[in-house]
């Protein structure tokens, strides 16, 4: 079974304060890890995935296997990054996405 | 690009009554998905189809029913409208997913059982 766990519900910060929001997940296979986002009154849409080793709007996130997590940062918060964030994993199986429960990040000026 | 369309936007239903949710993509992919969103609860599948004529349960697929006749549409129906399915419904598809591949999401269904 494959299960991702974000800790935090609610995670509020300062504009300009470094960011990190957690994700950890359990799969016993070697797994694909996303991060979806959904700003107010938007539809959720992809912020970056694992495999591409990007960084879309000054946020990053590492795949740490050993300790199975893929946590999201940015070293300096803005308003606008205000937003429902969601950790994803998809197994090598394929077929289905599984989300964490999502984390609301408010920045706050 | 029209994308993933749902309708409605927004229904109020009573306990016991039936309803379908619509969903439609124009981007020719196979794998196709609905999930409900509950505040805290993050996002829960409940059915996904891998194409035409073939679905199958998700994380909680009790009290929905899907079908997929064609590659575009997913509708997701609900037979006897319960409190506990007052939620905001997300359609979503995908090429496949694997690699590199993304969701892309519709805009929701909010629906309320009273």
């Known amino acids: 079974a494959q299960r991702v766990t974000q800790p ?40 970056l995935r694992h495999i591409s080793r990007e960084s879309i709007k000054g946020f990053t996130a590492d795949l740490n296997k050993g300790e199975t997590s893929f946590h999201l940062k940015k070293p300096f918060a803005q308003e606008e ?29 | 690009n029209a994308g993933v369309t749902q309708t409605p936007k927004f229904r109020i239903l009573k306990i016991g009554q039936s309803m379908t949710l619509q969903c439609a993509q124009d981007m020719n992919h196979n794998y196709m998905y609905w999930y ?20 199958d349960k998700g994380e909680v697929p009790n009290g929905y029913n899907v079908s997929r006749s064609t590659t575009e549409d997913f509708p997701l129906r609900l037979e006897l409208a319960a409190p506990s399915q007052t939620s905001v419904y ?25």
Request: with cysteine; net charge positive; charged share 15%.
């Open chain 1, 8 to 47: 935090e519900k609610l995670l509020s910060v300062f504009k300009g304060a470094p960011v990190e929001l957690k994700c950890n997940y359990s799969y016993s296979g070697s797994p694909e890890l996303f991060w979806y986002v959904q700003y107010s009154r938007q539809r959720l849409q992809l912020l």
């Open chain 1, 81 to 109: 990054d205000s937003a429902m964030y969601y950790c994803a994993l998809a197994g090598t199986s394929g077929s289905r996405l599984t989300f964490g429960e999502g984390t609301q990040l408010t920045v706050n000026p």
């Open chain 2, 36 to 55: 409900r969103q509950d505040p805290g609860m993050g996002l829960k599948l409940i059915y996904y189809s891998v194409g035409a004529g073939i679905t």
């Open chain 2, 90 to 114: 997300f359609c979503a598809s995908a090429g496949r997913v694997q690699t590199n591949e993304k969701l892309f999401f519709g805009s929701g269904t909010q629906l309320s059982v009273l």
